[in-house]
């Protein structure tokens, strides 16, 4: 009887507990951590049973009010979004537990209670995202995310937060007023907000100017979401001002729920031969992503701050996810997805790890982080293994979804982008065996930090268990191919 | 020519409020003046929504006995949502002002950036 509820309660659970949240949080401020802790747990648990349970039944639709659709809202739960949703609620458990001993030193006093209320808004409304099945509250749950990601960016202690966070609503706003002019352009055309509905009432309609506009608006609004390479510049301030566990989130899922719209629109709403074939959107989406993932390392490589540099470095990387999509082959689709994933845990391990050494010593700086390597030796071994996760070397996740994007580079023809995909992973080792060099091998320049050891378990553990999934995931690919094969033979038609 | 702007005047000023506000978010240099650009905007948007849900000699839509003809009523639930949400973000991007203001002491955005 529960079963057919899980789809709704897998958002619901974390936006109740935001509903809870600043009450809770007057009463006992601490039992604001637990109450996120659970509910994110909660909601990883649903994930893993829709993903097992669309892995035997298949596609799930669940009916909001029990309206029939196309009139009611529907929720549907296919293999792409159940992967998404266990990715989401993955990564925010981790980043909630790593969020305990993280908000007592590194925020303002008294804002637990609205970080955490925040918090579950910005994870209820990703998973909306990836549920949803209509139009409408697509726009809705991006705008839920996006507000409580602007908000979360101010909330830090840093001195350009709100200017960051100013820069990011501004933008955002932008992207999200095209997504609903776009919603606007399908409906007067179809008169339907139904993805699957859309899809079959959009077909006569194929070549009007109306319909290529609204694929346009998509794109661009969507772009910004997911900070595509010319649109991308507020993504280093807002990632790298914002405090870490929540640099994690927007990092590893934010900008990928972005990319996740961006599938669903060119493959779910529009079919696969329209966006490749008819309107060659997608050939124009590969460059686009070819440049983000050069332009992008070769920013990162002239940072000197750590967390910045990581920002540049998700502005390459979702390069490689948008890259794998346009190909729009079964190989370069899969690579793509799969990188998602794979992402999302190195790129996660390596901003924990940024945060713990800012957490212990304050320094941002990657010069000041020579040595760091016999005093915190478990984070910088997690760093140095996310890290290489991120260059691609084999037997890490990264290798694997690299592998997939070239054959699928290969597969289109295109062997362009198998040069660009290589040409970056030299890049990115340079940026990222520097700074592996100098925590290991650097010379202490400074005396002060001498008493820095390990930061509490409770911010260790995350970063453990990211750095070993890096490896888990590479050497068991499997795992995640199992739900990612079927997602994209599903998105495809193939 | 004259026909096709008349019949179709709603979207040419959905177009007009929209090319305003998006000027007025680039090229003004005051965050406020952004903030009123940004409004512009996503009313533009709005306006086309509720636009285009306009049937000529419509009724309200609520089922009487001799009345066929209805306005859509699905656009107007759109807006009102859309309208929640504009507020929401215009309220946090004049909070985010003010606390601009408190600790830099200036809305210049120009100013600002050499900070």
């Not at chain 1, 209320?117 to 509250?137: A, H, K, S, W």
Request: with cysteine; glycine share 8%.
């Amino acid at each position: 009887m529960m079963i057919e509820h899980l789809p709704i309660l897998v958002v619901m659970v974390p936006l109740i507990a935001a509903y809870l949240m600043p009450a809770l949080g007057l009463w006992r401020k601490g039992l604001c951590h637990p109450l996120a802790t659970a509910s994110t747990f909660i909601s990883f648990c649903i994930s893993l049973v829709l993903t097992k349970y669309v892995m035997t039944y298949g596609t799930i639709s669940y009916h909001l009010g029990g309206w029939e659709p196309p009139w009611g809202i529907e929720l549907v739960v296919d293999y792409f979004s159940a992967f998404m949703c266990v990715t989401i609620t993955f990564i925010s458990l981790l980043a909630v537990i790593y969020s305990k001993n993280y908000v007592d030193k590194e925020l303002p006093k008294g804002k637990t209670t609205s970080y955490y209320t925040l918090l579950m808004l910005l994870i209820g409304g990703m998973l909306g995202v990836v549920v949803t099945g209509d139009m409408f509250n697509l726009f809705i749950f991006t705008e839920i995310m996006s507000v409580a990601a602007y908000a979360l960016v101010a909330i830090s202690k840093k001195k350009e937060s709100f200017i960051a966070s100013y820069k990011y609503l501004l933008l955002g706003a932008i992207g999200t007023s095209f997504i609903l002019l776009g919603t606007g352009y399908l409906y007067i055309i179809t008169g339907t907000l139904n993805m699957a509905d859309l899809s079959i009432r959009l077909q006569p309609w194929y070549g009007s100017y109306v319909v290529l506009a609204a694929l346009a608006f998509f794109m661009v609004g969507f772009g910004i979401k997911t900070a595509l390479f010319p649109l991308h510049t507020w993504l280093p301030d807002a990632h790298s001002i914002a405090p870490s566990p929540i640099s994690v989130i927007l990092s590893a899922l934010v900008i990928k729920v972005g990319a996740y719209s961006i599938i669903r629109v060119s493959f779910t709403i529009f079919q696969p031969e329209f966006v490749t074939e008819v309107m060659p959107i997608m050939s124009v989406l590969t460059w686009v992503a070819a440049a983000a993932i050069l332009i992008g390392s070769l920013f990162a490589i002239s940072q000197t701050d750590i967390k910045r540099m990581l920002a540049y470095s998700s502005v390459a990387h979702i390069g490689y996810v948008i890259l794998g999509v346009g190909l729009a082959t079964e190989m370069g689709t899969t690579g793509g997805i799969l990188h998602i994933f794979n992402h999302a845990m190195a790129k996660g391990a390596l901003f924990f790890c940024a945060g713990a050494i800012i957490y212990k010593t304050g320094l941002r700086n990657i010069h000041d982080l020579a040595g760091l390597g016999d005093k915190m030796p478990i984070t910088a071994a997690a760093f140095a293994l996310a890290a290489v996760s991120m260059i691609g070397l084999p037997p890490t996740a990264g290798f694997f979804s690299k592998f997939y994007l070239c054959l699928g580079a290969l597969e289109a023809g295109a062997w362009t982008f198998a040069i660009v995909i290589l040409l970056a992973s030299l890049l990115t080792a340079v940026f990222y065996f520097r700074v592996i060099n100098l925590i290991y091998f650097g010379e202490h320049k400074q005396e002060e930090h001498v008493e820095v050891d390990e930061v509490p378990p409770s911010m260790l553990v995350p970063i453990v268990i990211l750095a070993l999934g890096c490896i888990i995931f590479g050497i068991f690919v499997g795992i995640p191919l199992s739900v990612v094969g079927p997602a994209v033979e599903l998105l495809l038609g193939i | 020519m004259i026909e096709f702007l008349l019949d179709n005047f709603n979207y040419w000023v959905c177009v007009i409020l929209l090319l305003i506000g998006l000027y007025a978010m680039i090229a003004k240099e005051n965050l406020i003046k952004k903030i009123l650009g940004l409004n512009i905007f996503s009313t533009s948007v709005l306006l086309f929504l509720i636009s285009l849900a306009d049937k000529e000699g419509g009724a309200s839509p609520i089922i009487v006995p001799g009345v066929d003809v209805y306005v859509n009523p699905l656009p107007h639930v759109l807006v009102l949502t859309g309208v929640v949400v504009a507020v929401a973000l215009t309220a946090l991007a004049l909070a985010l002002t003010i606390k601009i203001y408190e600790r830099y002491g200036t809305l210049d955005a120009e100013k600002l950036m050499e900070l």
